[in-house]
Nanobody, 123 residues
Framework: QVQLVESGGGLVQAGGSLRLSCAWS????????MGWFRQAPGKEREFVAA????????YYADSVKGRFTISRDNAKNTVYLQMNSLKPEDTGVYYC????????????????WGQGTQVTVSS
């Protein structure tokens, strides 16, 4: 059984920073690519960032490129999302997930999901 637990969300003013963490337990963490998605009220879940199993490749949505950084520490079974220069439109519930087959930007490509952590950016 795989479990993902996100943490680090909260309320921050526009321009501020947050660092999200996603801790993994269960099967070997290092063999999976990982991704972060977010969902705002009334909107579909959208891709934010993804990272390959060894951290060698990273991918970002255009809306966060240059502001967010995804990273992972396989020794700690943890993936991170550093979010800088936050904007009100970054508000939403952020989820981490393990990637299976398919495009890194597609939610259907991901197998296991965490419960999410709320990020609220005030203007």
């Amino acid at each position: 059984q795989v479990q993902l637990v996100e943490s680090g969300g909260g309320l921050v003013q526009a321009g501020g920073s947050l660092r999200l963490s996603c801790a993994w337990s269960g099967r070997t963490f290092g063999i999976y690519g990982m991704g972060w998605f977010r969902q705002a009220p009334g909107k579909e879940r959208e891709f934010v960032a993804a990272i390959s199993w060894n951290g060698g490749n990273t991918y970002y949505a255009d809306s966060v490129k240059g502001r967010f950084t995804i990273s992972r520490d396989n020794a700690k079974n943890t993936v991170y999302l550093q979010m800088n220069s936050l904007k009100p439109e970054d508000t939403g519930v952020y989820y981490c997930a393990t990637r299976g087959n398919g495009g890194y930007w597609e939610p259907t490509s991901y197998s296991y999901w965490g419960q999410g952590t709320q990020v609220t950016v005030s203007s």
